[in-house]
């Protein structure tokens, strides 16, 4: 049983039993679920997951004070607090994790907040172009396990993927630091005999390849240790994620250097192609550039199509 599982459990014994007997009243106005911060949100929890914050509990998100009140929300807050403390063979921890808390009463507007600086989920372009992947992961991620008003789940809509637009922005920059990168840089730097200069290129080429993929899939890359995890599970070009472990893990002397360029290379067509097939570039050409050139000419509004390539990225 993994950490979403534990947590719907929980709420399914005792959550939603005392919500319905003590707190009736606040079922119009409540939603509840498991998101945010941590591998339990993901779905990417494991064994050693389990040294921290592994552990029965859930979010209960509130509106606004002119809906529930302060002193409605400190009562929620004391009857949760009095729920069974162990479950499952499990125990709930008495302090909040570092970071603040995780798990109870919360407010929506506040959490929405501090993941993406909007609490009603309406973001300005400034917002989504500079806004990390993974803190609109965490605004969206994980489950609502009820959700009185819809109110949440609309939030969580809004948030759900990049405006087009921005997929394209973002799409386009990533592609052309892939470019530069990886079909120039590298075998320039190697060519210097800077094998540390080489790899660092190498580096670039997979954090913005890996950055593509997820663009192409429409999902939002996680916090960089959950991302070849995520990766793996992606419909479209998933198998990429063990060519770009390759790229990381293996040095650049001799046949290794050709070998790397190759996968570069390799990797270069696939991601084009998977751009073509999806109509985001008219582009005919083998170079990564022309087809994030096109990417970017497809943007239909000018004020962001005429900013700067990588202005998204």
Known sequence: MNGLELARAYFDAFGMPMLREQFPELLPHVAAGLFGSGSECFGFDDEISRDHDFEPGFCLLLPGEDVVDRRAAFLLERAYAKLPREFMGLRRGLMAPAGGPRRGVLRAAEFFLDKVGSGDGVLTLGQWLSLPAHALAEAVNGAVFYDGSGAVTAVRARLAAYPEDVRRKKLAGH???????????????????????????????????????????????????????????LPRLALLAELLEYLLTTDNDG???????????????????????????????????????????????????????????
């Open 255 to 313: 046949a290794l250097a050709a070998a790397k360029a190759d996968v570069m290379a390799g990797m270069a067509a696939d991601i084009i192609g998977e751009v073509t097939a999806q109509g985001l570039s008219r582009a005919t050409c083998g170079e990564l550039e022309g087809h994030a050139r096109s990417v970017n000419d497809g943007i239909a509004d000018p004020r962001l199509r005429n900013m700067n390539l990588l202005a998204a990225v």
């Open 175 to 233: 592609m052309m630091l892939m470019a530069q990168s990886g079909q120039y840089n590298y075998a320039r730097c190697l060519a210097h005999g800077e094998t540390g200069a080489a790899q660092l290129a190498a580096v670039e080429f997979a954090r913005h390849a890996m950055a593509a993929v997820f663009l192409l899939n429409g999902v939002y890359q996680p916090y960089y240790k959950w991302a070849f995890r995520a990766m793996r599970g």
